[in-house]
């Protein structure tokens, strides 16, 4: 049987972060993925490397901090990767969040951002609001800038694997995890892959499996109980409509929610919803309801664009990820967006990851890299995990 000193379950961007983290720190890595690298979640979300504006609305400052310094060091890490984009917020007359709020927010956010340069932003005077194009000037009070940057999260996902690969990691994809036996002082993770059942001797395993991770706990002997979860889904439209020339930052007509309207391959991407799923099966869909609140929020502030009738007609094409979020009482817009890592004293060589953010994926690796070297001591560095560049 083949020994490892980590094996990690999931090839979504924490799983490929985890697995960069271990091999720079010295630790040899095996990451299982059941499907193909980035496959769900991590290319399905809305492309934004930020530090969460509207976080600050729930009091996550901490989050928000940690994000926007996370959003410095990717811009230097990965410059083909993510860059910087205007953001645009227009304030109306029925607007919930006030001129002198969303002030008041923006210069939290540079704030925290340690008034990095993409912490600046401005009020934008009347004259040029008309230039972000088919935008609803009729009740238009104010409109503010500020900046984050974007990604595309699929190849920043592939990215960070190939980094991982590069210095040693095995990545394997299409496999089946069929048990994880929990011994006093290691794992046995056993699984198909190439028709070939195997079995692998792990010093410790993380379980980075995103909305399926309690079902991998469901393969752990002896049992482990898992944390209650919500799977929440997440869905974006895309129109065939001219790319706005950056991301406009807009309030729900319909709650208190907030969506982005984006560029995205010269064309417009709307998103995202937030709606809690009863379970999980099969690959995530985008409902009628998700495509009626997405273009009825755009219509209501884009009217030159037609109806929602018009709208779907322009619908070429969607998608939809789900992330998971600690079951609580409340709405999933303000629950915590916070990585929860699990650990149990019966299982004390299990790590399991709920939750988490594309933007901070690097600190949830180093957090769980500092997990196993408590467990199992610390290697010889093979790289600097802070200065590998992605491209």
């Known amino acids: 049987m083949s020994a490892v000193d980590l094996v990690i379950i999931g090839g979504g961007i924490n799983g490929v972060g985890i697995a960069q983290c271990a091999i720079a720190a010295g630790y040899s890595v095996t990451l299982l993925e059941k499907n193909t690298l980035a496959g769900q979640t991590s290319a399905n979300s809305s492309k934004l490397i930020h530090g969460g504006l509207r976080y600050l609305e729930t009091g996550q400052l901490s989050l928000v901090k940690h994000a926007l310094a996370e959003r410095k060091t990717l811009l230097t890490l990965a410059p083909s990767l993510v860059n910087p984009i205007e953001f645009y917020i227009p304030i109306y007359k029925e607007s919930r969040r006030s001129a002198l709020t969303v002030r008041a927010g923006l210069s939290l956010y540079a704030l925290l951002s340690k008034f990095d340069r993409l912490g600046q932003f401005k009020s934008i005077p009347s004259v040029y609001w008309s230039s972000i194009k088919g935008l609803k000037l009729e009740g ?72 399926w991770v309690n079902q991998v706990l469901d393969c752990v002997t002896p049992a482990i109980k898992p944390v209650d979860i919500d799977w929440v889904q997440g869905s974006h439209l895309l129109l065939d409509i001219k790319a706005p020339n950056g991301i ?75 992330r998971v979020l600690p079951k609580q009482a409340g709405n999933a817009f303000e629950r915590t967006r916070d990585t929860l890592q699990q650990t149990s004293v019966s299982h004390p060589q299990l790590l399991t990851l709920y939750g988490g953010k594309l933007t901070t994926y690097r600190s949830t690796a180093l957090e769980a890299i500092d997990w196993l070297k408590s467990r199992i001591g610390q290697r010889s560095p093979l790289a600097d995990f802070n200065h590998l560049p992605l491209e």
């Open 140 to 211: 238009l009070q104010a409109v503010y800038q500020y900046w984050d940057a974007q990604t595309d999260d699929k190849q920043l996902t592939l990215a960070v694997a190939r980094s991982a690969r590069s210095l040693g990691a095995n990545i394997l994809e299409h496999v089946t995890c069929s048990k994880i036996e929990h011994q006093a002082t290691h794992c046995v993770v056993h699984y198909q892959h190439q028709g070939a059942q195997q079995q692998l001797r792990a010093s410790a395993v993380i379980n980075a499996a995103g909305p």
């Open 248 to 322: 406009v930052y807009l309030e729900s007509c319909f709650d208190q929610r907030v969506i982005f309207v984006m560029p995205w391959h010269n064309k417009t991407l709307v998103g995202t919803t937030e709606v809690t799923l009863d379970k999980l099966s099969g690959d995530p869909a985008v409902s009628p309801e998700e495509v009626d609140y997405l273009l009825g929020i755009y219509q209501h502030y884009f009217p030159a664009h037609g109806d929602c009738d018009s709208l779907k007609l322009k619908i070429i094409g969607h998608f939809c990820g789900v």
